[in-house]
Nanobody, 115 residues
Framework: QVQLVESGGGLVQPGGSLRLSCAASGFTFSSYAMSWYRQAPGKERELVASISVFGSSTTYADSVKGRFTISRDNAKSTQYLQMNSLNPEDTAVYIC????????WGQGTQVTVSS
């Protein structure tokens, strides 16, 4: 059974930081490209960051470049998203994605940036 379980979300003040984790199981994690998406209320799902199979290549949405860092640990079947300098526009549900031939989604974790 494939599972992607996100954690680490919460309420943070503007300028603060959070680290999201996505624990994967039920498939060969090290063979899948991984991504983080986010969806804010009333908005379309947005690709935030992606990382290649061995972590050698990463891409970011322009809105998060220089503030967010995606990483992965294939030994732990886990990917991460370090988020710094958060602002209210980053408020959204953050969703883990795995993609190769098949595509899998997590349920998401809420991130709220507010004073």
């Amino acid at each position: 059974q494939v599972q992607l379980v996100e954690s680490g979300g919460g309420l943070v003040q503007p300028g603060g930081s959070l680290r999201l984790s996505c624990a994967a199981s039920g498939f060969t994690f090290s063979s899948y490209a991984m991504s983080w998406y986010r969806q804010a209320p009333g908005k379309e799902r947005e690709l935030v960051a992606s990382i290649s199979v061995f972590g050698s290549s990463t891409t970011y949405a322009d809105s998060v470049k220089g503030r967010f860092t995606i990483s992965r640990d294939n030994a732990k079947s886990t990917q991460y998203l370090q988020m710094n300098s958060l602002n209210p526009e980053d408020t959204a549900v953050y969703i883990c994605n795995a993609k190769r031939i098949f595509e899998y989604w997590g349920q998401g974790t809420q991130v709220t940036v507010s004073s």
